[in-house]
């Protein structure tokens, strides 16, 4: 689970991490009242959306202007006059896609003298599963390209957990970022503090870029995105009630009430598969014959009839989707089950595009003839490269 950059900071705040006053604005008449509460001179006015590269970004619509997502004013007019121009608008980064995400909510913050600005980012390493901490003196909007073109000047290093954070990795990131004195003894207090958070609130990625030194001598967080392991979200009330569903996929929202697991992706065949290799292997082999899956989505080895109904009805609440392809591979999960689901989805939502079914596994004739009895016009598969060249034929035919 993500969450805003004026949410994440105040979650880091309360371990004592340096970030800049701010206050968030949902409304424009909100605006000049936490301009005022901050007192200026310079604010900067920042879209609050789950993507990155918003000061790069563009709107969409010409009344937004051309000054990207995160705006610096010198005046408190000016501060009204950028809430007014972004509050409502979508605003396209290089991670939301041409589509865009429409900004709700912005985060009025006072502006910082920077000196220099670093990258530093905390996540979970699964090759040792440890956390790893990365950091660069290359922070800002271009981190993509310094990892692309000059990986040499990004520096990573894991935490033991049975030690949990030392003084010794204080001191590699201070002699990553070329930092001495007053400096480096800062950045061993910063690590030690965001480590304890990133632990004990269960985030799955912690990312401060840029983090800055201030002309004060200052470190200071000027920017934070954090995410959260959902598995752990039971454990942390307060973090849950941060949840901005506005920011993400209706489907994917659905799809999460009946524990399915469950991506939107961008392609035209939908595709209805129990267990996540499986899955990946179904997604693999329609785009070998020529076309792009349009989710991931499984429904899990003890799927219910009515899970099933859901997940059938996601997918085809899916406008995108112009086939749909059903692979079950019955162990735990029987082949019966997934027939009177998809069966009873269809019922209640109608079936207007092509539906390729194939069944294996436990009760796999049962599951069969219940199908071919229905008088549903699906088409049947012996096995799975049957299947994704019958349902990759059907929808070019429907085309």
Avoid at 16 to 36: D, I, N, Q, T
Wanted: include cysteine.
């Amino acid at each position: 689970m993500n969450i805003h950059e004026y949410q994440a900071k105040a979650v880091l705040k309360e371990f004592g991490v340096p970030v800049s006053r701010g206050v968030p604005v949902l409304k424009v008449e909100e605006a000049e009242a936490a301009a005022k509460e901050l007192g200026g001179p310079l604010w900067v006015v920042k879209s609050q959306i789950h993507a990155g590269g918003r000061g790069k970004g563009k709107f969409k619509e010409a009344a937004a202007g051309e000054k990207g997502g995160v705006r610096l004013a010198k005046s408190i007019d000016e501060v009204k006059t950028f809430v007014k121009e972004m509050l409502g608008n979508t605003l396209v980064t290089i991670q939301t896609g041409p589509a865009g995400k429409q900004v709700n909510r912005l985060y009025i913050e006072d502006g910082s003298d920077i000196e220099k600005e670093f990258y530093l980012s905390a996540l979970v390493d699964r090759v040792t599963s440890r956390v790893s901490f990365v950091v660069s003196t290359e922070g800002g909007m271009d981190i993509e390209e310094v990892a692309h073109s000059t990986p040499e000047k990004i520096h990573t290093f894991s935490v033991d957990p049975a030690t949990g954070i030392m003084p010794h990795h204080g001191r590699t990131v201070a002699k990553a970022l070329n930092l001495s004195g007053d400096l480096a003894k800062q950045a061993g207090v910063l690590v030690a503090k965001l480590y304890k958070a990133f632990v004990e609130k269960d985030m799955a990625m912690l990312e401060i870029n840029p983090l800055i030194v201030s002309k004060q001598g200052e470190l200071k967080c000027l920017d934070a995105k954090v995410s959260f392991d959902s598995n752990a979200l039971y454990r942390h009330p307060d973090m849950l009630a941060l949840r901005d569903e506005t920011e993400e996929d209706a489907k994917e929202i659905e799809a999460s009430k009946y524990d399915l697991s469950y991506i939107t992706l961008d392609g035209a065949i939908g595709c209805m598969v129990n267990g996540a290799g499986l899955a990946m292997a179904t997604m693999d082999i329609i785009k070998l014959y020529g076309m792009e899956p349009a989710n991931f989505l499984d429904v899990g080895g003890g799927a219910t009839k009515e899970k099933v109904t859901a997940a059938f009805k996601i997918i085809t609440a899916d406008p995108n989707v112009k086939g749909i392809l059903v692979n079950i591979f019955g162990g735990i999960m029987r082949c019966d089950v997934i027939a009177e689901g998809v069966i009873a989805a269809v019922k209640d939502v109608g079936l207007e595009v092509p539906l390729v079914v194939r069944l294996e596994g436990t009760n796999v004739e049962l599951g069969k003839r219940i199908i071919s009895e229905s008088g549903l016009n699906v088409i049947p598969a012996d096995d799975l490269d049957d299947a994704a060249q019958k349902i990759v034929k059907a929808v070019k035919e429907a085309e």
